[in-house]
């Protein structure tokens, strides 16, 4: 080998060595400037940063929301218990509640926040509001997860949560965060959590449309299909309440359904929905101060068409009532 070619190859190692370095030395500045400007309000930098986040999906806002120390109550699903308001729980129980939802969660990503949200707590929680849907049903102990969801921005590990952070979105919150650091009166994204899909639902005619009204008269089955257990979801729900919240006040809520998604009775699926039922009311009932409030249930509300834009999400004017029975239950157990 020539001593030219010992020399280039020489200053070519020399370049890639420097190169990586260069390179791992830019990673880690971007990972420092992201924990330090905190992109999701999760607490962790140690700089007195304002608080709250911009307005931002609620996957993600959950990790503000659920460490704002002026809520004692908190409500846990998804869409199917998103109309349940925090302002109208709060204005019938005393208690402040945030909203925690994510649309298109199941019993894993709840489990999740739930966990966030109590071990941010100083003083015990008031009240806790899980809906308790179909994917609650599940006999998959892993608890499948049907969408994406940053479960490294809720990690008790710090090095998880640092990992998380190496990623182009978080990059992209960056400078949204700057910006709401800096400006004087920033738009912040709401506090409770509370998002009402109502309006979205009308604007694409899911209301008056008749085609979509007559998808909602046409019969599903919606029991889960899960007869005969197990159903891991209730077992891990009660073992993390008994952790963190053992006297802490719960309502478990089935959300409305319209009737046309109820389970003919006698079917294979009513027995799925039946058995579901079951362990969760066998939650209820081994714990103090826990309700199961069933409105997936044959009822004159659950069959009126104008109250529902599909089989499982519901209007405003069920929510009400949705809500004087959560605040009822919550009253009873003082």
């Not at 370049?15 to 400007?37: E, M, Q, Y």
């Not at 939802?101 to 926040?113: D, H, K, M």
């Not at 389970?263 to 209820?284: E, H, I, K, N, Q």
């Amino acid at each position: 080998m020539s001593s030219s070619t010992s020399s280039s190859e020489t200053r070519w190692r020399g370049f890639a060595a420097t190169f990586a370095l260069a390179a791992a030395g830019l990673v880690s500045a971007l990972l420092a400037f992201a924990f330090l400007v905190d992109p999701y309000d999760s607490g962790r930098s140690p700089l007195k940063l304002k608080p709250g986040v911009s307005p931002q999906g609620p996957r993600t806002a959950a990790a503000s929301r659920g460490r704002d120390p002026q809520f004692s109550g908190a409500i846990f699903g998804n869409s199917h218990i998103q109309l349940v308001s925090p302002e109208a729980l709060k204005q019938q129980t005393g208690i402040a509640f945030v909203s925690l939802i994510a649309p298109a969660t199941g019993p894993r990503e709840s489990l999740v926040l739930l966990d966030w949200f109590l071990r941010h707590r100083k003083e015990p929680a008031r009240a806790l509001v899980i809906g308790i849907d179909v994917r609650w049903c599940t006999p998959d102990a892993s608890l499948p997860v049907e969408k994406p969801f940053p479960f490294w921005l809720f990690e008790r590990s710090p090095a998880a949560y640092l990992a998380g952070l190496m990623r182009f979105d978080v990059i992209e919150e960056i400078p949204r965060r700057l910006r709401y650091q800096t400006a004087k009166a920033p738009q912040r994204a709401r506090p409770d959590g509370f998002w009402n899909y109502e309006e979205g639902y009308e604007v694409q005619g899911f209301h008056n449309d008749p085609a979509r009204r007559a998808r909602l008269l046409e019969p599903i089955q919606s029991g889960g299909g899960n007869a005969t257990g197990p159903f891991p979801a209730a077992d891990a729900l009660r073992a993390l309440l008994a952790r963190q919240a053992p006297d802490t006040p719960v309502v478990l809520l089935r959300p409305p359904n319209f009737v046309s998604a109820l389970p003919v009775p006698g079917s294979a699926d009513a027995a799925a929905d039946s058995a579901c039922r079951d362990a969760f009311a066998g939650l209820a009932a081994s714990r103090p101060r826990t309700a199961l409030i069933d409105w997936r249930i044959d009822r004159p509300e659950n069959r009126e068409p104008d109250n529902y834009f599909d089989h499982s999400h519901y209007r405003l004017g069920i929510a009400r009532l949705v809500e004087a029975d959560i605040a009822a239950a919550i009253n009873r157990f003082r």
